[in-house]
């Protein structure tokens, strides 16, 4: 079965320290793996997918299939990046995405 | 790029009565679209997969004749709630699909989804 999972409901730093969002998943192929991001009163973004490679407002998220996680990470984190972060998992083309819960990150100034 | 719009933003209804919702993908052609229901902080819930020209396909426990799908063109897809009761109230999403080069899946684009309350 398709599973995503986002361990953290909130995640909390100051403004300057590190970030990483966890991710994990379960699929039995080779999956695209992407993080969608939803600030407040928007509409839900792409921010990356990994086969891109892409580092996006500063963020990079690898896919280590072996730990099977997709973790995303941020070295300085900067106030206008609160926001909630789903990880989502596609099982190839014309597929549905499955989501993760979600991770509120909330950064602290 | 990538642009999907949802018509309306919001919406209020009686009991017992229809809503429409409609979804564009105003700058492409959508392979596929998708339908989804978000509660106050939660995830996304997928409600059903539709492709133009034929039925969607529904997530398990979506009731098919109360959420009546439509897609009648690469670019349109509407969403109608028939006899709307109150705890349809929610705020429902759409996406487009966009097949892009190289990618092992479609990248979905969503729409900035429809406040639907129900009295």
């Known amino acids: 079965a398709q599973r995503v999972t986002q361990p953290e409901k909130l995640l909390s730093v100051f403004k300057g320290a590190p970030v990483e969002l966890k991710c994990n998943y379960s699929?039995?192929?080779?999956?695209?793996l992407f993080w969608y991001v939803q600030y407040s009163r928007q509409r839900l973004q792409l921010l990356l997918r990994h086969i891109s490679r892409e580092s996006i407002k500063g963020f990079t998220a690898d896919l280590n299939k072996g730990e099977t996680s997709f973790h995303l990470k941020k070295p300085f984190a900067q106030e206008e990046d609160s926001a909630m972060y789903y990880c989502a998992l596609s099982g190839g083309l014309g597929n549905k995405l499955v989501f993760g819960a979600g991770t509120i990150l909330r950064v602290k100034s | 790029g990538a642009v999907v719009s949802q018509h309306p933003s919001w919406v209020i209804c009686k009991s017992g009565t229809s809503v429409k919702i409609e979804c564009r993908s105003l700058?492409?052609?959508?392979?596929?679209m998708f339908w989804y229901r978000q509660f106050p902080k939660q995830s996304l819930m997928l409600m059903a997969t539709s492709n133009e020209g034929s039925k969607a396909t529904y997530e398990q426990g979506v009731e098919k004749d109360k959420f009546l799908i439509n897609h009648a063109s690469l670019t349109l897809s509407t969403l109608t709630v028939t006899s709307a009761h109150p705890e349809d109230s929610s705020f429902y999403i759409c996406s487009a699909s966009l097949r892009e080069q190289f990618a092992l899946a479609d990248t979905q684009y969503f729409g900035p989804g429809t406040r639907l309350t129900v009295l």
């Open positions: 699929y039995s192929g080779s999956p695209e």
């Open positions: 700058d492409f052609q959508a392979t596929t």
